[in-house]
């Protein structure tokens, strides 16, 4: 819909402006939040940025990972043309999933520096992460990527750069990044009324991996990968809702414990 905009007489990709603006209203989140949790404004910016950039390597380094057929097939290209496989391969494509396992490294890597509990800080964060994807989904949107299938009530692209234009889709990409916002609405709360420890992760997982399976039905790109007929996303979403039970059994299970004492 709005691949480019102008600022200041520079054009910028309209996918990386609403990926900044996405990381900032994170950071802001996580600033403003930081005092309730003991932690100064200054740490809380080096523990976001920290995260951000594991984010953005784990994000890639999986997007490449499922991309690992075609490049194999288009290694040719890497002599031929560095260029074009550079841009193909490295410059574009991120996968949210490699997206929050890279975070939590990141996350892991500050906190082993400062000498921190993760754990400690994951109601401080998990409500940046459906925040700032919510604006990623937007950018998504903007340019067409991660589009959705042909439907007649769909949404129309008129000067999309990776959706086919004059066709109507299903506008995936801003049914996430509504999910995404409520989700945020929902982790705000509950870490506000006192939801700790590794809890709201658990929460987010348990929310966002049913609506990204869901949702994934709907995508009408074919560069995620698929196996079995479900796509790597989708997969990922079944382990971790998996993952997800078993932290709750398992928390259920000490409780009638702790309460049977």
């Known amino acids: 819909m709005l691949p480019f905009v102008t600022v200041l007489g520079r054009t910028l990709p309209m996918y990386g402006v609403m990926c900044v603006a996405g990381m ?102 998990a409500p940046a992460v459906p925040l700032a994807h919510a604006f990623g989904r937007i950018g998504c949107f903007c340019v067409g990527c991660c589009h959705g299938k042909e439907a007649p009530w769909g949404i129309a692209f008129t000067h999309a750069i990776a959706a086919p234009n004059g066709v109507p889709l299903i506008p995936v990409q801003l049914i996430e990044a509504g999910a995404e916002a409520v989700i945020f609405v929902i982790l705000a709360v509950a870490t506000a009324r006192g939801l700790a420890g590794w809890s709201p992760l658990a929460l987010f997982l348990a929310l966002y991996a049913p609506v990204r399976f869901l949702d994934e039905f709907w995508r009408g790109d074919m560069v995620r990968g698929v196996e079995a007929g479900l796509s790597t996303s989708q997969w990922i979403s079944l382990a971790a809702m998996a993952g997800v039970l078993a932290y709750a059994l398992r928390a259920l299970a000490r409780r009638r414990a702790h309460a049977g004492r």
């Open 24 to 125: 900032a209203a994170a950071l802001l989140y996580v600033v403003w939040r930081a005092p309730r949790f003991h932690l100064s404004r200054d740490d809380a910016a080096y523990l976001t940025m920290g995260i951000v950039l594991g984010a953005v390597a784990g994000a890639k380094l999986l997007y490449i990972l499922t991309q690992v057929p075609a490049i194999v097939g288009d290694l040719g290209l890497l002599a031929a043309d560095s260029a074009l496989f550079v841009r193909r391969y490295v410059s574009g494509g991120f996968v949210f999933y490699g997206g929050v396992a890279g975070g939590l490294a990141g996350g892991w890597i500050m906190c082993r520096v400062f000498g921190w509990r993760p754990a400690d800080f994951v109601p401080l964060l």
